[in-house]
């Protein structure tokens, strides 16, 4: 699977779960969760998304491995094979 793939499915995910968030004023080497105030429920929402359009599962202990976008590309990728 090709970063971009998994770049355009993460922004995805995140303009559903945050769709008055301006993306693209998103730093990719800071905490999504900060830059978009994305709570707890929406960044599980986020996850899901992310099974859903990319077939990968992220365990919860993982999930302060996904917290950047560049970090969750690097995570995803791994794990997608």
């Keep these: 699977m090709k970063n971009e793939d998994i ?3 993460i922004m995805k995910a995140l303009g559903d779960i945050a769709p008055d968030a301006d993306l693209g004023s998103l730093r990719p080497d800071r905490d999504m969760r ?16 992310l099974k859903e359009a990319l077939g990968v599962e992220v365990p919860e202990a993982d999930y302060e491995k ?4 560049n970090n969750c590309i690097v995570y ?6």
């Design 34 to 49: 900060e830059e978009l105030d994305i709570d707890s429920m929406d960044f599980l929402n986020f996850v899901v998304a």
């Design 66 to 69: 996904i917290l950047t976008v």
């Design 7 to 9: 770049q355009k499915a």
């Design 76 to 81: 995803l990728a791994k794990r997608a094979g």
